[in-house]
């Protein structure tokens, strides 16, 4: 039976002749003789070394070396202060050190397999005042990946060497602007590629390259096997996760297929059969880790068939999550541990953007993950662009302990990378809750907000400690008017009214008794007794500032632009490609059978400009032109008026399908039905700004308030403190 798009178990020729390469290593046919013993023996201790109490593995991308400030002089010493020497006495047990290994084959160790990277950011544009200091480390008769081993060695620390697969930071390159990490590799052969520069791919990454081709999986081994056998490090990490586009067929919108699921395990058994050639003859094991995503049929989409890895023994330690985090840390730990194989939870940066009180970087945040990762059963934490190593993270979040009496922050989501960007589908595998400020969830009267969040917390031994828990349960909702408004529950038991913080959020006391260690169920139910009054606008924009939360602005492009101009906020689009349209926008939670206001004070200069309304059932917008004011969907609701001359009050009232737009408090367009699905996919939103992507339009906007007993929800966050008894 075929699993994730047609991977299967089957042997094939080449599998045949790994196993010849097992054999050659002393394998499981010889293990009669001398060898085969030697070979069990190793094996014997690799297993062990992979069972070794690390608690923290630091991955370091490699930058101090490619990034090095120009006003120090280059030593070991200098290299080692920028990134490691602080971890020293830290919770870290071993440093898996990326030679760069961007853009496939560009290396700042002394290679010779691929290309040392000897480019200078500062000629492309990036980093003045820093300098890449590969080739001079290589010239004083060391370099970045040795100095690392070195320092491992004389700390008691494990050396790891980390190769990323298929990393894609390369694909800034234009032909006509060349990008540093660009590897001649690519420009000499472009049919290795899963794409064309520019056009782009799917999903992917058009500059990954494509591991369907036998010279991609033959350089990869070569590059693995140049640093096995030329370095004394005690285990290799395949990073599949930076970035996970490994075949042409999945980056065109489909799923790997049986043949090319076989030819990356064909890679990885080759791998392992020459870590054993090599841990033989020196005596001593190598380490085969991979990082890759937390789904079995999510990596088969990929090409990875990492259950038939684990099975057949080739890794000896897995790492999940990156990006994106599919599943609970449970299923990390089942899948490994199903194996007999260590799992390490991998706490990245999160990338989550529009953050205001709450921050997924701090200590608190991090202790927080640790603490559900162990508390799931995992094996150890690695850390994952964390580059501070005078953090506190490096010496609490390695041991439970530690962590206990920590402040911690326990978020709904940690990380919110799109599983559909690298494989088609790919959203269809999450099985954990998003909710993070940048999409927030609409909560009206008939639909509340219904989620999950993690708590690693155990409070049995608090009482002995003589500490006391203290829970609050934080909510960002910036259209609240009052605490009154909204009915938390957690897992089934009613909370107490909250207190309404500045920034929009709501603090809400937990009962210690309520939180569960693992799952916890959030409710947030809106009182519809309780909705904004006549004079309350939660939702305000006034012209003397730029907007802020709740609002968030397009992208737009460099034809859009905005600008302060007499206490209003002059938004113009000056553009007619693609993309050039410019817009503030506010999730307002509207409900359709109950009316939402919107009402803003503007001035038009030219062309066109529009309030968008949208309430989950239809949308439409209102259009501003120096002539008239329409609707744009409905042109034969249109009345003629001077807009240019002088600012003017718009006000329109949504209900269900009918809109009616007032202008100075008087009616001038009633339309119902007018509310329509435009293909919005149930929007629901308030927006002002200016014109469309054909279109031109400026104008300026005094203010823009509105009103909907709808509320918002943006993030939300239990915080677990402790204070003596």
């Not at 394998?27 to 608690?55: F, I, T, W």
């Not at 924009?541 to 737009?556: K, M, N, Y």
């Not at 700004?689 to 239990?718: F, H, I, K, M």
Request: glycine share 12%.
């Amino acid at each position: 039976m075929s699993r994730g798009g047609g991977c299967r178990r089957s042997l094939r020729p080449t599998t045949l002749l790994v196993a010849g390469l097992l054999l050659a290593a002393g394998g499981p046919a010889a293990s009669r003789g001398a060898g085969g013993d030697a070979l069990a023996g190793l094996r014997a201790a690799r297993k062990e070394m992979a069972h070794r109490g690390r608690r923290i593995i630091f991955n370091n991308d490699g930058c101090d070396c490619l990034y090095f400030p120009t006003n120090l002089p280059v030593t070991a010493e200098n290299f080692l202060a920028l990134r490691t020497t602080a971890l020293a006495g830290s919770q870290v047990g071993a440093i898996a050190y990326c030679t760069i290994s961007s853009g496939f084959s560009f290396f700042t160790h002394a290679t010779r397999a691929g290309v040392v990277l000897e480019r200078q950011g500062a000629d492309y544009g990036l980093q003045p005042g820093h300098r890449n200091v590969a080739r001079e480390m290589i010239g004083a008769g060391s370099d970045c990946l040795k100095a690392n081993v070195d320092f491992a060695r004389a700390h008691g620390m494990e050396a790891f060497w980390s190769m990323r697969m298929n990393d894609t930071h390369d694909v800034a390159h234009r032909p006509d602007k060349p990008y540093l990490l660009y590897p001649p590799l690519k420009v000499e052969h472009p049919d290795w590629l899963v794409g064309e520069p520019v056009k782009g791919t799917p999903v992917g990454r058009w500059s990954s390259v494509d591991y369907a081709r036998p010279e991609i999986r033959d350089l990869a081994f070569r590059f693995i096997e140049e640093v096995c056998r030329g370095y004394g490090i005690d285990g290799i990490e395949l990073d599949f996760f930076r970035h996970p586009c490994f075949f042409r067929s999945v980056a065109m919108g489909g799923r790997a297929s049986v043949e090319e699921c076989g030819m990356v395990t064909d890679l990885v058994r080759r791998v392992r059969a020459m870590t054993e050639e090599v841990g033989l003859a020196r005596g001593k094991p190598i380490l085969v880790t991979i990082r890759v995503p937390d789904s079995e049929e999510y990596d088969l989409g990929l090409g990875l068939d990492v259950g038939r890895w684990l099975a057949e023994g080739l890794v000896d330690v897995l790492i999940t999550s990156c990006y994106f985090r599919l599943n609970p840390w449970e299923y990390s730990v089942a899948w490994g541990h199903r194996h007999g194989v260590p799992v390490y939870a991998c706490l990245s940066d999160s990338r989550v953007v529009g953050e205001t009180r709450f921050r997924r970087s701090a200590p608190e945040a991090y202790r927080g993950e640790a603490m559900n990762a162990w508390a799931a059963g995992v094996d150890g934490i690695h850390l994952f662009n964390l580059f501070r190593p005078e953090s506190p993270v490096f010496r609490e979040v390695g041991d439970v302990a530690t962590l206990r009496p920590l402040e911690k922050l326990y978020f709904v989501t940690v990380r919110d990378g799109a599983p559909d960007r690298f494989l088609k589908g790919g959203a269809a595998h999450q099985a954990l809750p998003n909710l993070v400020p940048a999409r927030p969830v609409t909560i009206t009267s008939r639909a509340p907000l219904r989620t999950r969040v993690f708590v690693g917390e155990d409070f049995e031994w608090a009482a002995g400690a003589g500490l006391e828990p203290e829970v609050t349960c934080h909510l960002e909702l910036p259209l609240l008017c009052r605490p009154s408004q909204v009915k938390v529950s957690l897992n089934g038991s009613a909370l107490g009214e909250g207190k309404l913080f500045r920034g929009g959020w709501l603090d809400v006391p937990v009962p210690a008794g309520h939180l569960r260690r693992g799952a916890n169920e959030i409710e947030v139910a809106l009182d519809v007794g309780h909705g904004p009054g006549e004079g309350d606008w939660p939702i305000r924009f006034e012209g003397d500032r730029l907007p802020v939360r709740p609002w968030r602005r397009d992208t737009g492009s460099e034809r859009t632009a905005e600008e302060l101009v007499d206490g209003a906020l002059r938004v113009a689009d000056r553009g007619t490609q693609g993309g050039d349209y410019h817009y503030w926008r506010c999730a307002w939670g509207a409900e359709p059978e109950r009316k939402a206001v919107v009402e803003a004070r503007a001035r038009v200069i030219s062309g066109s400009s529009f309030l968008l309304i949208s309430n989950g059932v239809g949308e439409e917008r209102i259009g501003l032109w120096p002539d008239r004011v329409e609707l744009y969907h409905d042109r034969a609701k249109s009345v003629p008026m001077d807009t240019a001359g002088d600012f003017h009050v718009y006000r329109a009232e949504v209900g269900g399908r009918d809109i009616r737009v007032y202008v100075d408090g008087v009616l001038r367009i009633d339309a119902r039905g007018s509310l329509r699905d435009r293909g919005g996919g149930g929007r629901n939103e308030v927006a002002f700004g200016a014109a469309n992507s054909p279109g031109l339009g400026e104008a300026l906007w005094d203010y823009v308030r509105a009103r909907t007993p709808g509320l918002g929800c943006g993030d939300a966050v239990v915080r677990v403190a402790y204070r003596k008894r």
